[in-house]
T-cell receptor
Framework: NAGVTQTPKFQVLKTGQSMTLQCAQDMNHEYMSWYRQDPGMGLRLIHYSVGAGITDQGEVPNGYNVSRSTTEDFPLRLLSAAPSQTSVYFC?????????????FGQGTRLTVV | AQRVTQPEKLLSVFKGAPVELKCNYSYSGSPELFWYVQYSRQRLQLLLRHISRESIKGFTADLNKGETSFHLKKPFAQEEDSAMYYCALSGVSGSRLTFGEGTQLTVNP
């Protein structure tokens, strides 16, 4: 019962470095998304995908890149890390992107940019 | 544009007291409303959704379209209810899931 798996759980980056946060789901879900969680600001949508080969920007996409080559995987790339990207990142998936469907979340990646 | 507002960042009650977590939304169409909960060191998980009209762990929430609210209520809070609660909205025809700022609930013994 893996569900949504995120790696790594913790990461420290230096300003300017790049890295990829991994997200995989084994539920054959159509819809996947990335959020960042910051104190007092809730979860804000970074990017999302409604299916393999289709991605779109969310509320706060600047500095991040995504791709969806398979149904299972939805990696998030930080192109050149900045201290403002220090946050907790959550990947989520759901069966579809319409209607009252439940979103399943990963355990999160705590990223610190120094 | 869709927006969710949770006016209380922190809420503290005593065990056995009633609790109400407020959620207001703005959305031009028919919304789908949810409450998600994040217990300490656990992943975010669905608590309930308005369409189900169910009570989960003693919590209920009623969608009030006139007041554009979806407040979460429980008549008798328990210590294990201490967690971060997020109200969320999406559109019936499909739109991104938008979250509120979250309310950290603490239930004191």
């Amino acid at each position: 019962n893996a569900g949504v798996t995120q790696t790594p759980k913790f990461q420290v980056l230096k300003t300017g470095q790049s890295m990829t946060l991994q997200c995989a789901q084994d539920m054959n879900h159509e819809y996947m998304s990335w959020y960042r969680q910051d104190p007092g600001m809730g979860l804000r949508l970074i990017h999302y995908s409604v299916g393999a080969g289709i991605t779109d920007q969310g509320e706060v996409p600047n500095g991040y890149n995504v791709s969806r080559s398979t149904t299972e995987d939805f990696p998030l790339r930080l192109l050149s890390a900045a201290p403002s990207q220090t946050s907790v990142y959550f990947c989520a998936s759901s069966r579809t992107h319409t209607g009252s469907v439940e979103a399943f979340f990963g355990q999160g990646t705590r990223l610190t940019v120094v | 544009a869709q927006r969710v507002t949770q006016p209380e960042k922190l809420l503290s009650v005593f065990k056995g007291a009633p609790v109400e977590l407020k959620c207001n939304y703005s959305y031009s169409g028919s919304p789908e409303l949810f409450w998600y909960v994040q217990y300490s060191r656990q992943r975010l998980q669905l608590l309930l959704r308005h369409i189900s009209r169910e009570s989960i762990k003693g919590f209920t929430a009623d969608l009030n379209k006139g007041e554009t609210s979806f407040h979460l209520k429980k008549p008798f809070a328990q210590e294990e209810d201490s967690a971060m609660y997020y109200c969320a909205l999406s559109g019936v025809s499909g739109s991104r899931l938008t979250f509120g700022e979250g309310t950290q609930l603490t239930v004191n013994p």
